[in-house]
């Protein structure tokens, strides 16, 4: 038996068992590199929402989920939407002014909306994410101001809103509440997440 031979043989071992290496590092690599995608449920939280709008009476919140928060569609009433008015000089940032939470610009109005009777926002503080609670009725009330209008208290640290989502002056929340993008796609029907048509 030669030198050659043996070389030989040690050469197509090397080979058969390279390839099934190779094979079983394929095998055991493609699952691995398939958790990277997004589930379907992860593709589906990032997904547009549809919302029915139609059974909220005026002066009614409801909260609904979008990419894991909460999203307020808010129905003020006349007398809310003419307290708006009296709020500016109290307020912050009383045009949406500010970039930490960019606002679209069909909200850049007094009533940070495309309708004025509805207003829609993402549920959290600018402070430190806390979800403020619903003070809609004006007049004094504990941790408020003796000439509330109706808004949003942060129970968390204090920080009020009105209802269009502006932050007062001196409180701890740097901005307003976060404006989602949104559209309406009927008179009832409200979609969350995406504004191609407004």
């Not at 080979?15 to 699952?31: E, M, N, R, Y």
């Not at 003419?82 to 500016?88: G, V, W, Y």
């Not at 940032?93 to 207003?119: L, Q």
Request: hydrophobic residues 35%; proline residues 10%.
């Amino acid at each position: 038996m030669s030198d050659q031979q043996v070389d030989q043989g040690k050469r197509t071992w090397l080979i058969a068992t390279s390839c099934a290496g190779a094979v079983g590092g394929v095998a055991t690599a493609v699952p691995f590199v398939s958790t990277f995608a997004p589930s379907e449920r992860a593709k589906a939280a990032g997904a547009p929402v549809e919302v029915d709008i139609s059974s909220i009476k005026p002066g009614e919140k409801l909260t609904v989920e979008w990419r894991g928060k909460p999203v307020w569609i808010v129905r003020r009433t006349p007398e809310q939407l003419e307290a708006l008015k009296k709020n500016d000089p109290q307020l912050a940032d009383p045009a949406s002014a500010r970039t930490a939470y960019p606002t679209p610009d069909y909200a850049k109005n007094e009533h940070r909306s495309i309708k004025p009777e509805y207003f829609v926002a993402v549920g959290i503080c600018s402070h430190l994410g806390c979800s403020p609670s619903d003070k809609f009725a004006a007049g004094p009330q504990p941790s408020l101001p003796d000439d509330w209008t109706g808004g949003f208290l942060c129970p968390c640290h204090g920080s009020t809103f009105d209802l269009a989502g502006r932050v007062f002056k001196n409180k701890p929340a740097p901005d307003n509440l976060e404006v989602p993008p949104h559209m309406y796609l009927s008179d009832s029907k409200l979609l969350i997440g995406e504004d191609k048509k407004a």
